[in-house]
């Protein structure tokens, strides 16, 4: 029996987790020290088809985390879980330019033809949109598309988690290579190995003569409850800017998420981001001031030097394999970058081109300088 372990049970390791354990002879060992996953401060939704990013492999893998949703959850439902953690809610995009949505309909028009996912589409008016939605406000018009998704991380990883039946092991570890070319971990010893510690990998893969270009980006989001609210029946608004407004089914609306590249891997809540994040998000859902309660999340994203992510076997490091720099769209593309993964691991051709996130555009060999 093959023996596989997970370093971080984030998205990616939850969700290699549990399509390892659908291989026939595989058994996986998950190790996880529970502080700062990113998912826990994701801002949750699956939407990457408004994107302008020019990077045009990113937008590749995000297209395909989106549909890879629709097998994920088929997959979690015939397996007798729960899903209710994934809601194609709808979209609504808010511009301070009225021109810019529509550049942003004809986009997503051309793209809904490899993207069907997308839905329908419409540009609707003030009038239009509160007839709807009641209570939104601070517009004129807004993009409107059926197919976006709300997602909570936390239940999805937790669901993954389950679903796999791994054993996991909390601590933060690190890993040995042995003379027979296993990988050691403690007193156990492993055939393979996936690194899925997102902005925690140069500290694991310093230790083995690699420096690879990943830095934390600390997320913070506020969470409203409500009593009196049908939160489920709101889509996604997106408002021109950083914060996101995602009202999710359970009378929770959360606000953000927050990116913070000068905080290293401090998860000290800062109340001056989390007020200024209310402040913005005010104007478009006044509602927000009558919440019966409210919390706060932190979270540390992994980030590269051109912001985009990475996947696959680690130089010098054989069944080795790795996956970090998601950045803020870890929802998305977290999932099908784990499939990928596993198809790696089983000694399968992945879907995605490795070539096109390859870990060596981030890394360099440390010099010693002894």
């Known amino acids: 029996m093959k023996q596989v372990a997970i370093i971080g049970a984030g998205i990616v390791g939850s969700t290699a987790a549990y399509y390892l354990s659908r291989e026939e002879d595989v058994q996986v060992t998950v190790f996880d020290d529970g502080e700062g996953q990113a998912t826990k401060a994701a801002a949750g939704i699956i939407s990457p088809w408004f994107s302008r990013r020019r990077n045009k492999a990113w937008y590749k893998m995000a297209r395909m985390g989106a549909d890879f ?74 993009l409107y598309a059926s197919g976006a998704a709300r997602v909570e991380g936390a239940r999805l990883t937790k669901t993954l988690l389950k ?55 600390k997320g913070q989001i506020n969470d409203y409850q409500f009593d009196h609210l049908e939160t489920g029946l709101y889509p996604v608004i997106m408002p021109h800017g950083e914060i996101d407004i995602i009202p999710f089914g359970n009378g929770t609306v959360s606000v953000g998420a927050s990116h913070e590249n000068d905080k290293g891997y401090d998860l000290t809540l800062d109340q001056t981001v989390l007020d200024r994040q209310e402040e913005r998000a005010l104007p478009y ?22 912001f985009s992510p990475f996947f696959g076997e680690v130089p010098g490091l054989p069944k080795v394999y790795a996956a970090s720099g998601l950045g803020s769209s870890g929802l998305t593309i977290g999932p099908i970058t784990a499939y990928q993964m596993v198809d ?24 010693d300088e002894a």
């Open 69 to 142: 949703y629709q097998k994920l959850i088929g997959d979690l439902a015939e397996d007798g879980h729960e899903v209710d953690f994934y809601d194609q809610s709808g979209v609504i995009l808010i511009k301070s330019r009225l021109d810019w949505l529509d550049e942003l309909y004809e986009l997503a028009k051309v793209r809904k033809e490899e993207s069907p996912l997308i839905g329908d589409l419409e540009i609707l008016s003030y009038e239009e949109t509160i007839q709807r939605y009641p209570g939104l406000e601070g517009f004129e018009k807004v």
């Open 285 to 306: 859902f006044p509602q927000l001031k009558e919440a019966k309660n409210r919390t706060r999340r932190v979270g540390i994203r992994a980030y590269t030097r051109d």
């Open 163 to 217: 679903a796999s039946g791994a054993e996991i092991i909390c601590g933060r570890v690190g890993f040995e290579k042995t003379a027979d070319g296993r990988y050691r971990i403690g007193e156990r010893e492993f055939d393979a190995l996936i690194l899925a510690c997102g902005a925690w990998l140069p500290l694991i893969l310093k230790d083995h003569g690699l420096d690879v270009w990943v830095r934390p980006q």
């Open 344 to 367: 790696m691991v089983m000694g399968r051709q992945p879907e995605l081109e490795p070539v096109e996130f390859a870990i060596e555009k981030h890394l360099q060999v440390v010099v």
